[in-house]
């Protein structure tokens, strides 16, 4: 009789695990990406029309990409003035949008893609149905910093904290490596370090990461769903994404 009882009850602990499962799966149907046309955001859509868990990714950025695939949608956007009207509603949001102050010609204009543009994306998914947001920020992002990227890395985290997103991830990684559409100098110089004296460089939480190893971090993350804001420093980026 202990014997059934005890068979009886890890097959109830199965089918309970089993359900919990495939409650995740169902629950995470659609993703919507924002900026894979960058590095990680590449990777990023990458990763997610490869897992099975996500039958429906949804693009917006301001350019078209030049991927097909029947899970992929995408929609061209301005995020100054962004219209979700008709998109699949999201189960979960990705946002690898960002620049360099370079690159935008100015703070402010930095401001706009690195803030701005996350902040409206962000209350779009919410509107829109999301119950997760999972946003690349970057390592040392402070509100308070002195040096003007961290601190819009760090205004951008707070403002998303206050949303109220059920499952809110931030991803914090060092430099990052992969194969750029535009030249940084100073990039590649880290990079090519980096390639030579990795073993040593190996032990550090902070040293340079790959983009494809943050994406696919982030994949993994989702796929736990964890509640409330949970902060990924670019470390545990490199083990949760098998560098």
Request: hydrophobic residues 50%; contains cysteine.
């Amino acid at each position: 009789m202990r014997r059934r009882n005890g068979a009886n009850h890890a097959g109830v602990r199965r089918r309970v695990l089993l359900r919990h499962t495939l409650r995740i799966l169902r629950a995470m149907n659609t993703a919507w990406l924002a900026g894979a046309s960058g590095l990680v955001g590449s990777q990023l859509l990458s990763c997610l029309l490869d897992a099975p868990q996500f039958t429906t990714v949804v693009s917006l950025g301001r350019k078209p990409l030049a991927v097909v695939s029947p899970r992929l949608i995408q929609r061209n956007v301005d995020f100054s003035a962004l219209d979700v009207a008709g998109l699949v509603p999201p189960d979960v949001a990705f946002c690898a949008l960002g620049t360099t102050i370079a690159k935008a010609g100015s703070k402010e204009a930095f401001r706009a893609v690195d803030h701005d543009a996350v902040l409206a994306f962000a209350k779009a998914a919410l509107g829109a149905g999301a119950r997760g947001f999972l946003v690349v920020t970057a390592l040392g992002a402070n509100p308070k910093s002195s040096v003007f990227y961290s601190r819009v890395k760090g205004d951008i985290e707070a403002d998303l904290r206050a949303l109220g997103f059920a499952s809110l991830v931030i991803a914090q990684p060092s430099l990052l490596m992969g194969e750029r559409a535009e030249s940084r100098p100073i990039e590649r110089a880290a990079v090519v370090a980096t390639r030579l004296f990795g073993g040593l460089l190996k032990p550090f939480a902070s040293r340079p990461i790959e983009a494809k190893v943050v994406a696919r971090a982030l994949v993994a993350v989702a796929q736990a769903s964890p509640l409330g804001v949970t902060v990924y420093p670019s470390g545990q980026l490199q083990t949760l994404g098998g560098a």
